[in-house]
């Protein structure tokens, strides 16, 4: 009995041995043919992304009074949520599409929905944020504060998966 258990071992041993290379072939195709299935279905999401979102001029309307000969709106980012890196990647969103991102940081308490806050009184330049991110026009409001040298203040809340910088 002992033998033929040992004899049936070796067979198996030697089929292993035999297609192993095979097997391993196989399976190396298999990862291949999954990253590069992975890589494309990433590619085509950010090309997506960067195609289908809305196009907002980044530049001052010319009804709005230029400040230290400032062509493009600048913004301040602040994150309500406890979620870690989402004003960095709202920043780069903006980036993108050419406004200056002044300042990123967190926001004191949390919001349930994101709002967009004119600093200057230029809400033009506030609804075209809006806009860019999807933001409601309702959730754009004005707090005017010319000390922090910034057009608009973006404030992430908790309904930023709906945001266009996270689709």
Do not use: C, W
Request: hydrophobic share 45%; proline share 2%.
């Amino acid at each position: 009995m002992g033998e033929k258990v040992s004899n049936n071992f070796a067979k198996i041993k030697d089929y292993y041995l035999k297609h192993s290379r095979k097997i391993i072939k196989i399976a190396l195709n298999a990862t291949i043919v999954l990253l590069i299935l992975v890589v494309g279905t990433m590619l085509v999401a950010f090309a997506d992304g960067i195609l289908n979102s809305p196009h907002v001029n980044s530049q001052l309307s010319n009804e709005v009074e230029k400040i230290n000969n400032q062509e493009v709106i600048q913004v301040s980012i602040l994150n309500s949520t406890v979620m870690t890196g989402l004003a960095n990647k709202v920043r780069t969103y903006m980036q993108m599409r050419n406004f200056d991102v002044v300042e990123i940081g967190n926001y004191s308490q949390p919001l349930t929905r994101t709002i967009v806050i004119d600093r200057l009184g230029d809400s033009l330049s506030a609804l075209k944020v809006a806009k860019l991110l999807g933001v409601a026009d309702s959730l754009v409001i004005t707090q005017i504060d010319s000390s922090l040298f910034v057009r608009t203040t973006i404030i992430i809340g908790q309904d930023y998966p709906k945001l266009a910088p996270f689709n």
